[in-house]
């Protein structure tokens, strides 16, 4: 079974070799990395890693603002992609977190029933009071994570979808593939979600809503769940802050989406199953001519970014809003004021 993951990057130099390896430990076998304005290095780690087989890297073909969209189409044609049995997009900060047998994709494919698609949900985790970045295995870091069945005010959290590249799709957007508008219900194909039930039919058939990224989370994380680390340390959240989205030239981060992301109320340490393994696969990658000391490049220049944005008073004032920042989502207290004060039920 080949499958491939493809990623959008810019500025990821530091967590590249733990998303690549994560990604062989867990059965992926290739990798298909667009990369779009890097200064930290990032872009010749890639070029380097290419060069010896490991990954595929590309410039962002991207003409307008949609960056991952528009490399999202370009990779439907690329060979790493047409000759995959499943495609796997996703970014960076997200890891697949596989409950079924060794925790491996064949065997999460296997216990879905083969199906065409699988929706996995998402599952932010907190920055739990981390404040200094560290070049060290983030899936060991940061253990704690919202309730999985809710996040802020949601039931309905988004998803990532692995499917098989002859999925019959209108389009494909960055969660999830699209049906075309007039196709039969019999044409319909198997679309499971992360416990290998059946997707919901208003999902299914994007109703009532031009894009459904998800759906309802309790009960659809049996088999697999998406580990979503979109904070990392509260260094790292400055540099992130700074470089805006690789996705999206339109898109920032800011205190409100870290509070929506920093919730540490729920403990989940089952990924580090994987954690020796994992360990074992970097060091592997790092044994590479070169690779360590290009690797060593992006972490030092993420540090020298970090000491750069601490002395800019813009950046020193979000540190220190930050830090003072109650863990849980402004939505959930408002709710809680509600209900304090009578007004909800």
Known sequence: ??????????????????????????????FLFYSNDCDDG???????????????????????????????????????????????????????????????????????GNPDAISITHQYFANNGIETYEDAPIIAQ??????????????????????????????FGVHRPYLPDDMARDQYPKWTDGSGRK??????????????????????RKLATINHYALRSLDSYLVKSDRGDANRDFRFFDDSYWRDRNDAAHHDQSILRHLSALKKEITSLKKLPGIDDLHKVTVARHRAKIAALNKDPAFAELRAKLMAAPQTPPCELAAMAELANGVAA
């Not at 307008?64 to 970014?91: C, I, M, S, Y």
Request: net charge neutral; with cysteine; hydrophobic share 40%.
């Open 1 to 30: 079974m080949k499958i491939t993951a493809v990623t959008c990057v810019k500025n990821e130099g530091p967590f590249v070799l733990e998303w690549i390896a994560y990604g062989r430990v867990i059965g992926i076998q290739d």
């Open 42 to 112: 990032t872009d010749t780690l890639l070029d380097a890693l290419d060069a010896q087989g490991v990954i595929t890297h590309l410039p962002n073909p991207a003409k307008g603002r949609k960056f991952q969209l528009e490399a999202l189409r370009h990779a439907r044609k690329h060979p790493v992609v047409t000759g995959a049995d499943w495609l796997w997009n996703a970014d960076v900060d997200e890891f697949l977190n596989i409950h079924c047998g060794t925790g491996s994709l064949p065997e999460l494919i296997h216990a879905c």
């Open 142 to 171: 940061f253990q704690h994570s919202h309730n999985p069945d809710i996040w802020c005010d949601r039931f309905d959290i988004e998803v990532k979808t692995l499917l098989r590249p002859t999925f019959p799709a209108g389009y």
């Open 199 to 220: 997707v919901p039919n208003r999902f299914l058939v994007n109703e009532g809503e031009k894009r459904q990224f998800g759906y309802r989370a309790r009960g659809a």
